[in-house]
């Protein structure tokens, strides 16, 4: 099974001047709000997220779009919203992420979007439960550029997959997986580089040397494995891993849990990325999954006219004040790292 050699050679091999320098802005931006105390901003992100759609076919337990728990309406992403927004952030944007909720494979324009993006040199990538990729989406995916394919896999039998995967077809994920990486031998693409994701829950712990093994067989390029994110963790959780390297969550003294957190008063996701939902909304990241914090609208002001705007950075002010009082930032384990 390789590495992530060539898939970081792919990467690097999109960088640009003007995307170097961007980097580098909004890099030294960070470093000095976090040395001021104060949110400056030189630059555009390095990295946003998509949302294709909210839809998805299976009801996974921690997850809105499985629970249709959202508040916020659900929908399908605008091809000329996306392109207009791409357009404006192409010369500068580095990386572009396909998935915020939902299935990105219901959208019927998702790879159409995909090669869009791919045609103007930004490296793309989407994560996806696998039960689309026919032989004829599969071609479709190898033929479109994208760069990154991450298959959630949640368990090696069928049992245990659906246990969080609720719904969900382990042959089908299986078959899938098949069909992408055939037509990536068939069309001798380097690319997408793809990736099994194991959400590391109680039920599927024990797995998680069987899911190395079924990639390797299978020619999958790398294995991730992932912690859950329990929104009601306080009091424990069947979902909580037994072995705690794996857990976000620890238990205290008095029997209650609490996050492996300091909860420092910085993100560098503020600074390098964020996230657009299906209708346009840009919200501070992937922990706001029901928008709750919406910092503007792209259906009426332009990207950098929110960027830079008041409403986002009065929201980095308040987390480099008191982190702890944001609500999406009391259950992220995520934010703090530098080049996450």
Known sequence: MMGGWNDRLNFASKTTAKRAWNAARIYTSYQRSRRTGTPVMAGLPISISFEPTTSCNLRCPECPSGLRSFTRPTGMLGKALFQNVIDQLAPSLSYLTFYFQGEPYLHPDFLDMVQYASRKGIYTATSTNAHYLTEERARLTVESGLDRLIIS????????????????????????????????????????????????????????????????????????????????????????????????????????????????????????????????????????????????????????????????????????????????CKNCTEGAKVWA
């Open 153 to 328: 896999i949640d368990g090696t039998t069928q049992d245990t997959y659906q246990s969080y995967r609720v719904g969900g077809n382990l042959d089908k994920v299986i078959e899938g997986t098949r069909n992408i990486l055939a037509w990536k031998k068939k069309r001798k693409a380097k690319a997408p580089h793809v990736i099994f994701q194991f959400l590391v829950v109680k039920p599927n712990e024990h797995q998680i040397p069987e899911v190395y093994a079924l990639a390797k067989e299978l020619g999958v390029d790398q294995v991730l494995l992932k912690t859950a994110q329990i929104y009601d963790y306080e009091n424990g959780s069947d979902l909580i891993p037994t072995q705690d390297k794996y857990a976000r969550y620890y238990q205290k003294t008095d029997g209650t849990y609490g996050i492996k957190n300091n909860l420092d008063n910085h993100c560098w996701k503020m600074w390098h990325s964020c996230v657009i939902t299906w209708d346009g909304k840009i919200v501070p990241c992937c922990f706001d999954k029901d928008a709750h914090h919406v910092l503007g609208d792209l259906n009426h002001q332009s990207f950098e006219e929110i960027w830079q705007g008041p409403a986002y950075q009065d929201f980095r002010a308040a987390l480099m004040r008191s982190r702890s009082e944001i609500e999406i």
